[in-house]
Nanobody
């Protein structure tokens, strides 16, 4: 049974930092491209960051470039999202997602490309 479990969310002041983790089980992690998405009530789910299977390629939505960093540890079956200089508009539930990828250098920015999702972790940034 494939599981993705996010952690690390919380309440932080604007300008602060958080590091989200997504621990995976039930899959061969090194064969999966990973992504982070976020959603606020009444809005569509938004792509945040993605990383290829190998970890060599990454992508970000423009609004988080220079502030968020996605990384992965294939030995620990975990993907991370380091967030600095947080803004109130970053407030959302953050989800990690996984998809099997035959190509080690490909990342996916569309939610429809992913078939496994975590339960989400709340990030709240106060002004």
């Amino acid at each position: 049974q494939v599981q993705l479990v996010e952690s690390g969310g919380g309440l932080v002041q604007a300008g602060g930092s958080l590091r989200l983790s997504c621990a995976t089980s039930g899959l061969t992690f090194s064969l999966y491209a990973m992504g982070w998405f976020r959603q606020t009530p009444g809005k569509e789910r938004e792509f945040v960051a993605a990383i290829s299977r190998s970890g060599g390629r990454t992508a970000y939505v423009d609004s988080v470039k220079g502030r968020f960093t996605i990384s992965r540890d294939n030995a620990r079956n975990t993907v991370f999202l380091q967030m600095i200089s947080l803004k109130p508009e970053d407030t959302a539930v953050y989800y990690c997602a996984a998809t099997h990828s035959w190509n080690g250098g490909v990342y996916y920015t569309s939610g429809s490309a992913y078939n496994t999702w975590g339960q989400g972790t709340q990030v709240s940034v106060s002004s």
